[in-house]
């Protein structure tokens, strides 16, 4: 059991296995764990579903694993008020399914939501396929109810919409992974996701031309419900017929009715070598599915998540296949092509062998070539252990400086996740 | 210069006027400025536009205000990436207009887009019609440059569309109401928002079946870009003919094609007494235009700004028209039905005269009204100074405290617009 909880999907190890693992049932138990934990200078690592690819929720020697999965229960739906009450175990994809018998949806849509946990999405302020348009979950958490280091507990934000008495610390707590506090309840938007109308898939003979496109659906007042770019590698992992067709890969959704369609369809055909459109989504979606089991088959995968202002996404993506060359480790990449969120994957070694140097070295090349062009380290999947070192790269000392008097405010003994998020 | 930059919108008036006002024109002015207030430890006012409708910009006796008015370039629009670089003190509407010209919307759009600043925008989180789908000025931030009230500088946030290193400061200065620090810069999200396709108005029978119908539309997958209802008192305001269509005006604008404004159009009839519907937007949305200067006819209008769940809404404003006759004191309500967000607007006493006790006293149970129904003090407008006592009720002293913490963590000699935000 407490092996078991040790690690997450990263593939970063801690030394040595946690203390003990609990599964509170009930707010008032993760209040007197923490009580506890404060008293003992133990420190405690919270986890939903373990899916975090940053060792996040790794836990090791002399820890506490707070597993909250078994905290499942939708408390509440209410779909009149567009807001759902929630523990923080509850799965993902079930809330979602849960609003869907109100004809709403819970937004917010990671690849991981089969297993992750609403909590865990909270904590890393989960992103997904659909939240260029309907945001990430930031956007879509209104109140959280949370246990703090010594164990008091506060309720912040509203179950209303729109509110604005008092600093925001939802937002503080959202994508702190861990280190702040432990959500223990949230009250979340739930909205009336039209249907997409349509899915379109486009080739082009190369990621510049297929960027350029995606640019080109904004210019026409397109916001596509999804935007996701695959590049060459990709194309090949999965199916070199695939690639055939062209070395970059736009898939596409709309959900603004069959005009906006149309017009999508038009901007995308420019320059595109071939493209298919469909009422089925499936299908055409089904390259997208397959990118990550066809990178798995050559090797363990190191999932990175650079975000790049938008119309630096071809030059990212050709720039990684560059640092792939030069480290001669071969790189996957997959974009959010909407919001410029980009996926290199790393094909680092084989399954259950070390991970080679030269992934490390590519990894660190990307992370450089992220802030270069603008961007930033992590789009979606936070900071965690992997990516500290980068951390003050991006925010500067005093900022940085900045989060760590926050976290002593919320955090005095350091109990909460120590070693995780910040630098 | 002194007198006129001492008061904002809401009628509350400080004492005195302040020592002395300055208009920056860059950072390192304003940097400039807030080192030497700390070392004398003088309160600093920043200020936009001056148009809060709670005190928050109101300055006297002993303060500077920073008028950051003249602080006004669009920086950079960049199309491509969906994003505006802007100073403080441009104003809502020409960034809007700034940004159409390439097919791009900044999508909040407060009453007083007109005249507010963004920087104004920003401190209050301020919100608008069609905020119910493309989000409050939270949404629409993606990255601050701020002056500490140490005259120190950090970013928060960044120019990319997503990211998630580090703790939200971002979040944490919208809505603070310029006690946390002053916003010398922003990175702004624009957004393609496609053409409103319809423009519909109905009158219904009472403010309980107008209601009921704005939450029927969720039901039906359709969610309006701006959904504004009007109770009795306001269309007898405007005009006793509107009245007399039926005693609540429900005006719904959809932009999700033919297919879904034929479906709104067959929601909203259920139980209306007369329907309109109409391609050209501004007639049908000429009764809400009207509102404002119609009650202001009447007399002296405080903007009152609470959100329910938005099942409550009929609930709500059947119990202000109660709140009315009790004290006595006419009330017209205006409500962004979509969020739950109702304007009850208090007709106090004659222009130019003091403002009667009763007025107060249906301001106050409004406030209690809004608690007991779940939902919140302000919607858009913010703290400021008038509902300062009403703050410790909603939040509770665990989370008021905290915000204290947080207050004195980036504010230590309290120079940051004292008294405001805050109870
Ligand atoms: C195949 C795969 C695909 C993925 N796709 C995406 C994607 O598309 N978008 C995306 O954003 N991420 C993605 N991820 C990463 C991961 O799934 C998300 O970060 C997810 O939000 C983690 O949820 P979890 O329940 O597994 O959290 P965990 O991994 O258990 O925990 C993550 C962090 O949250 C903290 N935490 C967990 N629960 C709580 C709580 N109740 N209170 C306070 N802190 C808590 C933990 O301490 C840790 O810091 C993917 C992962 C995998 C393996
Ligand atoms: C007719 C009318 C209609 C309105 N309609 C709406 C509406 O629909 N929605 C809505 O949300 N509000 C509305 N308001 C309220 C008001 O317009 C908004 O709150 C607006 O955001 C204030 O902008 P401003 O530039 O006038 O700010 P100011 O009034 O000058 O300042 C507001 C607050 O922001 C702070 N501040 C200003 N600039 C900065 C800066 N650069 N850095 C740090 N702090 C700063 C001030 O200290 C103060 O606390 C309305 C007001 C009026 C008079």
Sequence with gaps: MRAERRLDRSGWEPDGIP?????????????????????SRTPVVPRGAGTALTGASAAGTGTIVLDLSRMDRIVEIRPADGVAIVEPGVVTAELDRAAGAYGLSYAPDPASLAVSTIGGNIATNAGGL????????????????????????ISTGRATLKGVAGYDLTGLFVGSEGTLGVV??????LRPLPEPTATIAASYPDITTAAAASVALAEARIQPVLAELLDEATLNAIDPALRAAGA??????????????ARALEVLTKGATTIRSATDPASLLAARRQALPAIERLGRPLIEDIAVPRSRLAEAVREIETIAARHEVPICTLAHAGDGNVHPIIVAGR??????????RAADDIFALALRLGGT???????????????????????????????????????????????
């Design 19 to 39: 203390e003990a693992v609990a599964f509170p049932r009930t707010p008032e138990e993760v209040q007197q764990i923490l009580r506890e934990a404060t008293l």
């Design 184 to 189: 223990v309840g949230a009250t979340l938007r």
């Design 351 to 360: 399954h259950g062998e070390p991970i080679p140097a030269s992934a490390h």
């Design 130 to 153: 659909r939240c260029a348009k309907y945001g990430v979950t930031r956007d879509a958490v209104l109140g959280l109810d949370v246990v703090l280091a010594s164990g008091e507990r």
């Design 248 to 261: 970059a890969l736009l898939i596409v959704q709309t959900d603004g009715g069959p005009d906006e369609a």
């Design 377 to 423: 380290v992590t789009g979606e999947h936070g900071i965690g252990v992997l990516k500290k070192a980068w951390l003050r790269r991006e925010l500067g000392d005093l900022s940085l400086d900045l989060h760590h008097q926050i976290k002593a405010l919320f955090d005095p003994h350091g109990i909460l996740n120590p070693g995780k998020a910040l630098a």
